[in-house]
C-alpha cells in the first residue's frame, strides 16, 4: 500500500504545460511572472514563449508594465538579438527612442519576426532603408508600424508595402523623406488600411492617396503641404471617418479645401481644421452639405469663415454634437444666432468668449437660455482623435 502511495504521488512540476501556459495567463502582475520563471528551466521557458509585447525602459511607447524591460541599457545588436531569441512569440515590439539601434540590430527579426503585428520605431535615428528591408523580409505579419522621425525614405516604404500587405495602421510623423510617391506605395500595395499620420511630412501634397481603399478610415495630416489636388486624393477612397488637416494656412488659401464636401467624404464624423486661417465660407458650405454624418468639427482660430459659413455649419449639420469656434474673429451674433437655431444634437460649444469679439453678452445670454442642454466650454482642445488607431 505504501509503495502505491509513493507511485500516485504527484507534484506541481508534473503538470502538463498547457497547464502551464494557462496558469501563467492568469498572473498580472510582473514580480508573480517574474517568480513563476525562477522556478525552473521548463516554468522559464513557459514564461518566455508566453510573452507576446517588449518594451524599454528608453522607449517612450505607451504599453502596459509587464511589457516593459526593466534593465537600463543602450540597447544594441547583441542584446537585442538575444532578447529576441528568449522571446520568440513576441507580438507587439517597441524600440521608440533607442536612438542608437543599427540596422543589424534588426537582423533577428528575420528569424524571429514572423508572429510580430506591430512595431514601433519611434526616433530609431541610426535604421535607414536597409533596416526597413529587414523588417520587410522578416515581419509579413505586421498590421502597425510607427516610424514617427525615422529616416525612412520612398524606397523603405516600397518595400515594406510590398511585403506587409496587412498593414492597417502606419505612423509617418515628421517623416522629412517620404513624399507622395511613398504614400502611393502604401495605397495601393496595403489594401486593408485604415489609419494613416503624415503630420509634418512637408514633401507630402496629398496626390499619393488618389485611389486609396475605402478602408481608409482615420487621416492626421496636421501642418502638411497638402494642396487642392490632393485633397481630392485624400478623399476619394470614400471611407475617412476622421480627418485632420489642421495647420494649412500656409498653404491652401481660399476654398482650397472644398473638395472635401464633393461627395467622396460622406462617412466623416470627425473633421479638425484647426488654426486653417483662411479657410473660407464655400469650402465651409460645401462641408456641412456634403458630410451629413459630421459628430465633431474643429473650427478654432479659422478666421475666414463668416455669416454665411455659420448659416450653413446650422442648417445642415443635424448630426453635430461637438463643435470648437474657440477665437474665431469673424464669428458674431448672427453666427452664433445660426448655430443656436440650428444644430440641433448640439451637445458642446467650445468658445473662448473673452476671445471672439464679436460675440455680445446679449448673444451670449440668449444662447444659455434657448439652448440650455449645450454647454459652453471656455478651453480649447488640441486634440479630438479618436483613439482607436494605433493601439499597441
Known sequence: MANCSKECRTSITHLPDDCLYSIFSWLDSASDRESFGLTCHRWLQIQNLSRRSLQFVCSFTKVDIPSLCQRHMRIGTFHLSRLLHRFQQLHSLSLSGCVELPDSGLGHLQYYGSNLLSIHLGCCFQITDCGFFLIASGCPSLTT????????????????????????????????????????????????????????????????????????????????????????????????????VSSLSWCILGDGLEAIGAGFATKLRVLDFRHCRTVGNNSIIAIAKGCPLLREWNLSLCHEIKTAGWEAVGMNCHNLEKLHVNRCRNLSDEGLHAIRNGC??????????RKCRQISPIAIEIFKCLRGSVVLEEKEVMCIAPDWAFKV
Not at 440641433?344 to 468668449?353: E, G
Open 145 to 244: 508600424i510607427s516610424l514617427y522621425r525615422c529616416n525612412v525614405t520612398d524606397i523603405g516604404l516600397k518595400a515594406l508595402s510590398e511585403s506587409c500587405l496587412f498593414l492597417e495602421d502606419v505612423d509617418l510623423s515628421s517623416c522629412s523623406l517620404i513624399s507622395d510617391s511613398g504614400i502611393s506605395y502604401l495605397t495601393q500595395n496595403c489594401h486593408e488600411l485604415r489609419a494613416i499620420r503624415i503630420t509634418n511630412c512637408r514633401n507630402v501634397t496629398g496626390v499619393g492617396f488618389k485611389g486609396c481603399s475605402d478602408s481608409l478610415m482615420y487621416l492626421e495630416a496636421d501642418s502638411c503641404k497638402l494642396e487642392p489636388e490632393g485633397i481630392m486624393a485624400i478623399v476619394s477612397g470614400g471611407g475617412l471617418e476622421y480627418l485632420n
Open 344 to 353: 440641433k444634437k448640439l451637445s458642446v460649444l467650445y468658445i473662448s468668449i
